[in-house]
Every structure is written in C-alpha cells, then in structure tokens.
C-alpha cells in the first residue's frame, strides 16, 4: 500500500490544527449561509419597503441629489443594474457581502489574540439574528453600510501603528459609509478622536482627516450646486418635527403665526407616531403654504422651542425609544414603528407599511413577481421567532465594552498592578491594554451613536439596533482579552514584588506561605548597582572561591617565604581584583593584582623570581551578576524585613580597617579585612557588615568545617 511521503505529514497535521482550532466559526458559519440561501429560496426575488425601496431605485437613474436621502446607496443600485440582472441580485450580493463583513470581524479578533471560539461567539449576532437576514433581503441601505464601517474598522484596528495608506483607506470608507447614511458622519467624527487618542502621529491624523472629509465635502459642494445649499440632505428640519410633534405642548412655546398651525390637534396620548408627521399628507407640515427654505425654517425652530422649553418630555420620549432596543423580545408601543415590517411575511399580499406590494424592478420599469416557496419560509419564519440577539444580552454585551474601557484608566488599576510609590500613571499601563481601551471606547460609543441620534431626531425603529451587532460584540470580545491581560500583569506583578522580597530577606522560600499583601516589594527603593564576580581558574596549589576569603589564610596557598606582594599592595594593583580584597599595611593581606595578571598565558613571575605555574589550557573566566543587599536591623521578635534593613550576606568577605585582622567566624574562619585603598585607590565601603548593636541580636551561620564562607573547599 502506498503511503504518503513524509513531507506532508506535517502539512496534514497544519490544517488539521488549522480546521480544529476555527471549527467554532466554520460551523456557525455554515449555519448562516444556509439561512441565507433558505431566504433566497424562500422569498423571491426582494423585499422592497414602501417608501424608500422605491426611492432607492429611482434615484440610482437620476443624476442629481435627493434632499431627503444621500446618493451612496442610489450608486451602488445602479451598479448592479449596469450588469443587466434583475431584482434578485439586490439581495444575493447583501447576503455574501454580510458574510464577508462578519468574517472579516473573526479575522480582526483572531488577530488581536481573542480566543477563538469568543471571536467566532462575536460573530455569531451578524450570522445568525434572523433581523439582520431580513433587512439583507431589503433593497435597503442598512448591509452596505455595515460593509463600510467594518472595513473601516478592519483597516484602523487591524495593526498597532496602521500605516498611512490603511488609515487613508479608513477614511475614505468612513466618509463613504455618511453618504450611504448620515450616521455615518457621527460614526466619522468618532473615529477621528479615537486615530487621535492612538497617539499615531500627526502625519497619520492629518491623512485620515484629509481622507475622511474629502467624500463628504465633494457630496455637500455637488448638493450645494443642485440645490443651493450646503449639506448631505435637506430633510433633517421634517425629520426633527415629526420626532417632537407627539410631545408638543404649544401652550408653552412662542409661536409665530404661520407656526401656530404645526400643533397637532390630538391629545398629547392620542397622537400618531413620528412618521405620520413627516410622510402622511395630512400632516401640519404637509400643509404649510411657504416655499422649501421657509418651512424648513419653521419646522427646525418649532423643534427648538419644544426641546429647550420641554426638556423633560423630550429625555423621557427619547429614553424610552432607546429602552425598546434592550428589553426581552421586540415589544412595541402604539407610537413605534411596527415589528412586523421587518419579519419574513407569510402571504405574497404584504399590508400596508410592510413589505411592499407592487415591486419595483432595478432597472426602473419592470414589475417583478412575488413568490413565497415552502417549507422554507416556513422555516424562517419559525426560526425568526426564536432566532435574534435578546436585549438583555446587547445590554451586557455593552457592559463588558465600556469595563474594558475603564480597565485602561489608571485610577482603577488594581493594587497590585500600581508601583512601589502607590500611585499610577498611564506609562505603567502596557500599550496593548490602553490599545483595547481606546477600541471598545471607539466600538461602544459608536454603538451609542446609531442608536440614539435616530432616536432623538428621528423616530424609534428596530432595524436602527441592527448596527449593534458588529460593533457591540466585538467590544465585549475585546474585553476579555482585557482581563486576561490584567490577570497576567496582576500574576507577573504579584510573583515579581514576592521575589524581591523574598531575594532580599534571604528567606528563600521559607516565606513562601505569607500573603501577597504582607510583602514589601523593593522596586520603591533606588536600585543598587550590580556586583560581579569574577571567578578566576584554579592554578595548581590554589583554591580561588567567588567573594571567597581572601588572603591571609594559613594553608589556602603554598607561598614563598619571599612573595612580597603581601607587603606592596601598590604595586600589585589591588583595586583591580573583583571578589577577593586586597589591604594595605601587614598581616591577613589579600591576594590583590589579579586584574594585572598577564592574559596570553604565560608565566607570573613571583617576588623571588621563580616563574608561576601558567594557566591551564582551556581556562575561562565566569561571571555572574548579584544586587548588593542594603544592611538591616532585626530584632529577636522581627517578622518581616523592610527594605533598607535587611541582613548581609554571611558568605561574603567582612571588611575591616587598620591592619587587616580579620574577624573570627564561629566556623573558626578568618573574616576579609577592609580595603582602605592603596595609592590612588577610593576608600571601599563595607559590604553588609554588620554593627556591634546589630551582632547582638543576629548570629550569621556556622560555617561547617572545611569550606569557607563562599562555599569552596579549603585545602592545606
């Protein structure tokens, strides 16, 4: 049997661990596309909405600006129909294009380092909510203007220094996405303060703002031209109106005459929705004999007064708009515009603010039929029961988006994450958190946006919450990689102040069992330089310990009766040997000069003049690198050690003044005498010794017999 070569064994083995670690998202993905093609199936060949379908259509074959509806999503119509195909492919191309904007979301999360299978759970919203596959369905600008946003987001989010062609491309998408709607130019503004809290640069600020307005000021000057003012639309005064008309107490505001008859003449809780007072022909707006600019004029100052003179009415209509969007179910005022508009039909005969009835083809003059096939509408309609994103769980999605927001702020880091002085500053904070900071404020205050300004200026409606399913979710995935990050500091944090301690104390791991809280970490003491130790090699007759005892040593070397450089410590260059002490003045001198000591090998001629034993073959020199260990003061009833009175190592040499005398051991040993300095030597400190007060309540160990106080054998 023939077997595979083993080169691709571990091809094999990658996409094995390729498939498995992404199996999450590639089946909620499958799902997806199978909802998808069930709707295509389904419900053939669109959804139109009455209203601005038609509109939609008709002004992709004008070459003008409308004044109620920016020309973004009129382009991309006529796009399609410039191919030949009919109504179908509306919807077909919003479908894939969904898919692609939520694979794109995995994509941006995996690369930040999510966990997969949260990444895929961020996804899920845009794959799955049975909403989001209707509104696809609609020859609406809702899908176009998620694929814009993400792709903004994709390019601005996706490295952490985006280059300036990625940031161009996200403003030019940015400024797009507010000609496909005008939220898109809040969402725009938003995003330029977030390239700003980056800190990427002027350059790169300059390049994105350049980008970001250009689409939008060629749309206004284009506008402007057709219609001789500047703006996107000149709608917003209608738009205004209708959201305040149910609310308005005209006993309170100051009318002009011509404005008297914009007071609705229904009871404050018997009014219409906003709608019937921008669409309905028998609004008061509809009915105002002024031209254009004059009742725009009117309707906008109408709006003022009620929202500067009814302030509270206002917040409680607005908050209550925005309170739908994260209840249980989708419930429904009798102000709100109805649920049903935006569920799979079950008759081919849509009602009237449904889907609408006569379709309209994309080409302008055709009329496409309507067909309904089961089972699988069935299916979706069934499934749609069940099948959307909950408020609640939106409302914590959010929640964790704006935690992670604030575990970038210094002021609530936790302790164990603040330095030794207790205070925190924004340089203690790693750049990939204060990065997630910064993108779930972009994420969660982009989601605020599209939700409340249509519901403060327009009217409630739930396709106006569809926006939170890719900026919310992938907010709260950002967030727990947020919190594994401070787990991992807080651990580093917590294991690097024990180790400081536990260094400086010389316990070891003897206090392995106290709490985190009880220990001081040294960080908030001025560092000491380090102290290397050069370990020189071993010559025949010769022990040489790391910081062992000096010379002075009955019985560590065989020396001449003659050797001299026990009694001419400036010519033996004593302040040059690192770990052994070198001394002025007679007995228990050093064996100073090492740093003099020929380095090619060859023999070290002694004070008599017989040659040394030269250097063994292969003989190296090690080092190593110790913190000096600041002197302590503790008491017989001392628990724990501060920094700045810790004990001194008992294993290095003892300094001393004078003659050298070394200081005896209860191991029987004779301390190192102190370096005073020779010619033109600095006087050497002494390292750790401790005082006469201190002697009395701190005894160093016992050196066992045989080995000095570094540890190395003696031998004589």
């Known amino acids: 049997m023939a077997t595979a070569p083993s080169g691709d064994v571990p091809s094999a083995g990658r996409r094995f661990s390729f498939l498995a670690r992404h199996s999450v998202f590639g089946v909620l993905l499958l799902v997806g596309v199978a909802l998808r093609l069930a709707a295509a199936v389904g419900y053939q060949p669109a959804f139109e909405f009455n209203g601005d379908s038609y509109a939609y259509i008709r002004l992709s074959a004008l070459s003008e600006p409308d004044q109620m509806r920016p020309a973004g999503y009129p382009a991309f119509l006529r796009l399609l129909s410039e191919t030949g195909a009919d109504l179908w492919v509306v919807p077909t191309v919003q479908h894939v294009l969904a898919i692609a904007v939520a694979t794109a979301l995995y994509a941006l999360l995996v690369h930040r380092r999510v966990a997969a299978p949260i990444a895929a759970l961020a996804a899920a919203p845009l794959l799955l909510d049975a909403y989001q596959i209707v509104i696809e369905h609609f020859v609406m600008a809702e899908t176009l203007f998620a694929v814009a946003l993400v792709a903004a987001m994709v390019a601005l989010m996706w490295s952490r220094r985006p280059s300036v062609w990625a940031l161009a491309l996200a403003g030019l998408l940015l400024g797009a996405s507010g000609l496909v709607r005008t939220i898109g130019v809040a969402i725009g503004l938003l995003a330029f303060g977030y390239v700003v809290l980056r800190r990427l640069g002027w350059l790169r600020i300059s390049v994105f703002g350049v980008f970001l307005a250009a689409p939008l000021i060629a749309y206004a000057s284009w506008f402007n031209s057709a219609h001789g003012k500047i703006?996107?639309?000149?709608?917003?005064?209608?738009?205004?109106?209708?959201?305040?008309?149910?609310?308005?107490?005209?006993?309170?505001?100051?009318?002009?005459p011509e404005q008297l008859s914009l007071c609705s003449p229904h009871p404050v809780g018997e009014r219409p929705d906003p709608s019937y007072y921008v669409w309905d022909r028998n609004s008061p707006a509809n009915n105002l004999d002024v031209s254009a600019d004059e009742r725009d004029e009117l309707l906008r100052d109408f709006a003022w007064q009620v929202i500067t003179r009814q302030p509270a009415d206002?917040?409680?209509?607005?908050?209550?708009?925005?309170?739908?969007?994260?209840?249980?179910?989708?419930?429904?005022?009798?102000?709100?515009?109805?649920?049903?508009?935006?569920?799979?039909?079950?008759?081919?005969?849509?009602?009237?603010?449904?889907?609408?009835?006569?379709?309209?083809?994309?080409?302008?003059?055709?009329?496409?039929?309507?067909?309904?096939?089961?089972?699988?509408?069935?299916?979706?309609?069934?499934?749609?029961?069940?099948?959307?994103?909950?408020?609640?769980?939106?409302?914590?999605?959010?929640?964790?988006?704006?935690?992670?927001?604030?575990?970038?702020?210094?002021?609530?880091?936790?302790?164990?994450?603040?330095?030794?002085?207790?205070?925190?500053?924004?340089?203690?904070?790693?750049?990939?958190?204060?990065?997630?900071?910064?993108d779930c404020l972009f994420l969660v205050c982009a989601g605020a946006a599209v939700t409340v300004v249509p519901a403060a200026t327009v009217c409630f409606d739930y396709r106006y919450m569809l926006p939170l399913l890719f900026l919310l979710p992938p907010a709260?995935?950002?967030?727990?990689?947020?919190?594994?990050?401070?787990?991992?500091?807080?651990?580093?944090r917590r294991d690097a102040a024990e180790t400081s301690w536990?260094?400086?104390?010389?316990?070891?791991?003897?206090?392995?069992?106290?709490?985190?809280?009880?220990?001081?970490?040294?960080?908030?003491?001025?560092?000491?330089?380090?102290?290397?130790?050069?370990?020189?090699?071993?010559?025949?007759?010769?022990?040489?310990?790391?910081?062992?005892?000096?010379?002075?040593?009955?019985?560590?070397?065989?020396?001449?009766?003659?050797?001299?450089?026990?009694?001419?410590?400036?010519?033996?260059?004593?302040?040059?040997?690192?770990?052994?002490?070198?001394?002025?003045?007679?007995?228990?001198s050093g064996s100073g000069g090492s740093g003099s000591e020929p380095t090619d090998g060859a023999p070290r001629p002694s004070a008599g003049g017989a040659p040394l034993p030269k250097r063994p073959p292969g003989a190296t020199f090690e080092t190593r690198e110790r913190r000096r260990r600041p002197p302590v003061s503790l008491g017989p009833d001392a628990r724990m050690p501060t920094p700045g009175t810790l004990p001194a190592a008992s294993s290095g040499p003892t300094a001393s003044t004078g003659?050298?005398?070394?200081?005896?051991?209860?191991?029987?040993?004779?301390?190192?005498?102190?370096?005073?300095?020779?010619?033109?030597?600095?006087?050497?400190?002494?390292?750790?010794?401790?005082?006469?007060?201190?002697?009395?309540?701190?005894?160093?160990?016992?050196?066992?017999?045989?080995?000095?106080?570094?540890?190395e054998p003696t031998t004589g």
């Not at 703006?231 to 002009?256: E, F, H, S």
């Not at 209860?666 to 002494?686: D, I, K, L, W, Y």
Request: proline share 10%; glycine share 16%; aromatic share 6%.
């Open 314 to 438: 206002y917040l409680r209509a607005v908050g209550t708009d925005l309170g739908h969007f994260f209840k249980p179910g989708r419930p429904v005022g009798p102000q709100d515009w109805p649920d049903a508009t935006w569920r799979f039909p079950t008759s081919d005969e849509p009602r009237y603010l449904h889907n609408s009835e006569p379709l309209l083809g994309l080409q302008g003059d055709d009329h496409p039929t309507r067909t309904i096939t089961e089972p699988w509408a069935g299916l979706l309609r069934s499934y749609q029961t069940r099948g959307f994103t909950p408020g609640p769980a939106l409302a914590v999605i959010a929640g964790l988006g704006l935690l992670a927001c604030l575990a970038a702020l210094p002021r609530i880091v936790p302790a164990g994450l603040r330095g030794g002085d207790g205070r925190t500053r924004w340089h203690e904070l790693t750049a990939e958190r204060r990065r997630i900071g910064v």
């Open 231 to 256: 703006g996107l639309t000149g709608g917003d005064a209608a738009w205004l109106y209708g959201r305040v008309a149910p609310i308005a107490d005209c006993d309170q505001l100051d009318l002009k």
């Open 502 to 588: 536990r260094f400086a104390s010389g316990t070891g791991d003897a206090d392995a069992h106290r709490p985190f809280e009880l220990l001081e970490p040294v960080s908030a003491t001025r560092p000491l330089p380090p102290v290397v130790d050069v370990d020189l090699p071993t010559l025949p007759g010769e022990v040489v310990g790391g910081g062992g005892t000096p010379g002075g040593h009955a019985g560590d070397r065989p020396r001449d009766s003659t050797d001299a450089r026990s009694t001419d410590a400036s010519s033996a260059g004593a302040g040059t040997n690192t770990g052994r002490s070198a001394t002025t003045g007679s007995g228990g």
């Open 659 to 711: 003659t050298g005398a070394g200081r005896t051991t209860p191991g029987g040993r004779t301390g190192s005498p102190a370096v005073t300095g020779g010619e033109g030597q600095e006087n050497r400190p002494s390292r750790g010794n401790p005082s006469e007060a201190q002697e009395a309540d701190w005894d160093p160990p016992t050196m066992p017999p045989g080995r000095t106080g570094s540890g």
């Open 476 to 492: 709260a995935a950002l967030a727990t990689r947020q919190g594994h990050l401070l787990v991992v500091a807080w651990r580093e």
